[in-house]
């Protein structure tokens, strides 16, 4: 049953991107209704993301375990389940294409930046903070491609 209702869901929302066509950067209310599709997934079925189904890394594997859900060959849509370790930062990124968390446990506190050109150095810029975004379970937050967070 859970295979056929992310079967579904990514069905419903590769429908929605395609709709757009399946673009490097989908507007802000597509994005929103796929993260709509990902918490009524998820909430459908949090009994099953629990660290027994998902574990965290071992201390000494580092802090982060991604485990891939759903791939799609075509288009590179790809779907991930992220056991974070608590207490744990990692640096300033962006992902190089857009991107959607959905809470499941626990809360992420994401940061979001944009760079400030210094105009004594052209090379060289900086951070400016811009927003704080907490995910908690059930709550989703949509990042485009060149959004910075941490």
């Known amino acids: 049953m859970v ?22 950067s989908p507007s802000r209310k597509c994005l929103r209704q796929v993260a709509e599709e990902l918490q009524a997934f998820v909430a459908g079925h949090a009994s099953l993301f629990d660290f027994g189904g998902f574990p965290l890394p071992a201390p000494e594997a580092g802090v982060l375990n991604s485990y891939t859900l759903f791939q799609a060959r075509a288009n590179g849509l790809c779907l991930r389940v992220n056991a974070m370790a608590g207490g744990v930062d990692s640096a300033v990124h962006d ?6 968390i959905v809470g499941i446990r626990g809360t992420e506190l994401n940061r979001i930046y944009r ?7 052209p090379a060289k810029a900086g951070l400016v903070a811009l927003a704080e975004h907490p995910v908690g379970p059930g709550q989703g937050l949509h990042l485009a491609p060149e959004q910075l967070h941490w």
């Open 115 to 121: 760079r400030a050109a210094d105009s004594s150095e």
């Open 95 to 100: 992902h190089g294409t857009w991107a959607l």
């Open 3 to 24: 295979e056929r209702d992310l079967a579904q869901c990514m069905t419903r929302i590769q429908h929605t991107l395609s709709a757009q066509g399946l673009p490097a």
